[in-house]
């Protein structure tokens, strides 16, 4: 660049040159060449590499759940679409087919670890007869919040350590392989869980005595 003539009228501004525009031709091709713009895709949520998914990704697969949301994702669907159908029994029945896969996995260090798949959640409601309306119901709305190649995993939507009983006062937990000894009943109009316990009762720590009434 030329020796400035005149100084800019403000403190490190540009000078200006005897010729006129001569600075901008200056600080044009003393400039950076910035990189050619990468192209980006315009549609959030297309598929730009990969295999099809759903929901599509700029990445080719489904986005993973962390494991508390397909947890309270995978409830929400049971209990909303199966209303009233949704039993002790079925949870249990539920429960019992996907801690009884985990146990086999367990065994065979080479397998993949238990997916739970639409299909095979209809097995274990239909043992227990819930309505084929109410089955359907479960299928399509889990084929949507969750299908599609979503990584659901047994262990992200049971415990195999444990079977849980809860109500806003009252908390029991079971073994998984004893959960047969809790059932629900009405009594005189009035809803009560019943734990059958023959033998080896504690409260507190206490061994106690169930007297017949």
């Known amino acids: 660049m030329r020796h400035a003539t005149t100084a800019a009228p403000k403190p490190l501004s540009m000078f200006t040159t005897d010729t006129p525009s001569a600075h901008e031709f200056n600080i044009a091709s003393a400039a950076a060449t910035p990189p050619a713009p990468t192209p980006y895709p315009t549609e959030v949520g297309t598929a730009t590499t990969g295999t099809a998914t759903s929901p599509a990704t ?48 367990k065994h065979d260090k080479e397998a993949p670890p238990v997916k739970v798949t639409a299909p095979q959640i209809r097995q274990a409601l239909e043992v227990c007869g819930v309505p084929e309306e109410k089955v359907a119901a479960f299928e399509e709305r889990y084929q949507e919040q969750l299908g599609g190649g979503m990584d659901v995993r047994a262990v992200n939507v049971v415990d195999p350590r444990q079977f849980e009983v809860r109500t806003p006062n009252v908390v029991i937990k079971v073994d998984p392989d004893h959960s047969d000894l809790v059932e629900t009943r009405v009594i005189n109009g009035s809803k009560y869980i019943l734990i059958r316990a023959d033998e080896g009762v504690e409260v507190n720590g206490v061994n106690v005595s169930i007297l017949p009434m």
Request: glycine share 2%; with cysteine.
């Open 58 to 105: 700029t990445l080719g697969s489904a986005p993973p759940m962390p494991a508390a949301e397909q947890k309270e994702a995978f409830r929400e669907i049971l209990q909303d679409t199966l209303a009233e159908e949704c039993s002790l029994e079925v949870v249990q029945s539920v429960h019992e087919q996907l801690c009884e896969q985990i146990a086999e996995q």
